[in-house]
Each structure stands twice: as C-alpha cells, then as structure tokens.
C-alpha cells in the first residue's frame, strides 16, 4: 500500500485534545485538516447548493441531516489538496456515515489506511472540560485541576475576571460525552474489526508526548 494517499480518520471525545493533534498532524504529514464544522461553515459561504440546504438546517437551529453533510463531504474530497490524503475530524459521527465513507473512497478508489482514536477515561475528561476558566478581560484560558491561575477567579495575565462558559457546567459536559458515547463510539468497533484502528493513550500526557506516539504510527501508515 506504500504510495498510496494518506486517508486517515480522528477520533476523540470532547476535551481528548484531538483539535490540538490535528493542528500538529496536518503539517506534518502535508494533509489537510478536514474538520465538518469548518467545511459546513464554507459550504454555507460558497453559496453551493448542499450549503445552502444546510443553512436552512442551520438557521432553524437543527442537526444537519446525514444526506446533507455526506454530500458535502463527497464534494470536498475531490478537491485537489486531496490527493496526497485528507484527515478528517468530526466525520464520521456515527455508523451511517461510515459505510457512506467507506462507499465514496471505493468509488474513487481508495481507502482509509488508518483511523486515529484519542482515549482519555471519562472522568478525565469531565475535569478538563468543566475545569475550564477564560479570562473576561484577556481571553488566557486555564484550567482549575489541570492549569489553574495563581490566585483563585483571578487571570495572571492581566488581573481580569475568569469564568466558566456556560457549555462547560459539568451537567452539560456529561451530556456531551453521553451524546458521544452514543453516536461515535460505535465506530471503534467498527474500524477495529477493518483493522485499522489504533488506539493513542490520551490520559494524563502532555500534547508533545500523544504526538509522538501519533507520528509513529502515521510514519508507520505511510511505509505500509
């Protein structure tokens, strides 16, 4: 398979630190980073037909449908900054969109070479993702177990005032990783019994050491 494009797929539940391992990714491996929310926002820009049916969606405040989203990735992946393989974040979502994946490379005749899963245990994530503080004046992020300011409520940085956001209430973050734990994680069975899942340690690693491990196994992809 060596020559062949990179196809590759990531996988992580929120607060994995997968968005931070695909920015690493993406110019390491000269791939581009793929993520739906972003190319659903473009779709919407360009005006495109599927773009358009997905504003509707969008503006009255719904889900995207499945029919709707493949299409706009069906579009994407023909571009030609595709041709040396893409990594996708945020597609599939759930077991539907992966059998339509898998059909639109046949068809072009290729094939994902290696899904990437993130694996961080849920209370893990939890604390990251409730743990999470802004500064009002400032924006500087910490995190009150992982990354926690000086001085408690207050931003190193400029003195402002931090928060929570109200996404980041533990209630919210727990239906969060139960939506995820619903629709996605499905798919790692599903990749693992292709063959082509590999599972990176996420759990109290800094981003340098996931990388490393992540490398490997793309550098070992590419060989293959």
Request: charged share 25%; with cysteine.
């Amino acid at each position: 398979m060596a020559g062949l494009p990179l196809d590759i797929v990531l996988l992580g539940a929120p607060g994995s630190g997968k968005g931070t391992q695909a920015e690493r990714i993406a110019p390491a491996f000269a791939v581009p980073h793929i993520s739906t929310g972003d190319i659903l926002r473009d779709a919407v820009k360009g005006g495109t037909a599927l773009g358009l049916a997905a504003k509707a969606f969008m503006d009255a405040g719904n889900l995207v449908p499945d029919e709707v989203v493949i299409g706009i990735i069906r579009e994407r992946l023909t571009l030609p900054d595709t041709t040396a393989g893409f990594m996708l974040d945020g597609f599939p979502r759930t077991l539907e969109q992966a059998a339509a994946l898998d059909e639109m490379l046949a068809d072009a005749q290729r094939a994902l070479r290696l899904v990437l899963l993130i694996d961080v245990p849920a209370e893990e994530l939890v604390q990251r993702l409730a743990g999470r503080r802004a500064c009002r004046a400032c924006g500087r992020g910490y995190n009150v177990v992982f990354d926690p300011p000086r001085v408690v409520g207050v931003c190193d940085v400029c003195g402002g005032e931090l928060f929570q956001r109200d996404d980041d209430n533990e209630a919210t973050v727990r239906n969060r990783l139960a939506v995820y734990s619903r629709q996605t994680e499905p798919l790692i069975g599903y990749y693992r019994d292709q063959g082509i899942l590999a599972t990176v340690p996420g759990a109290g690693r800094d981003p340098d050491q996931v990388f490393a491990d992540v490398q490997t196994l793309l550098a070992g992809a590419q060989r293959a």
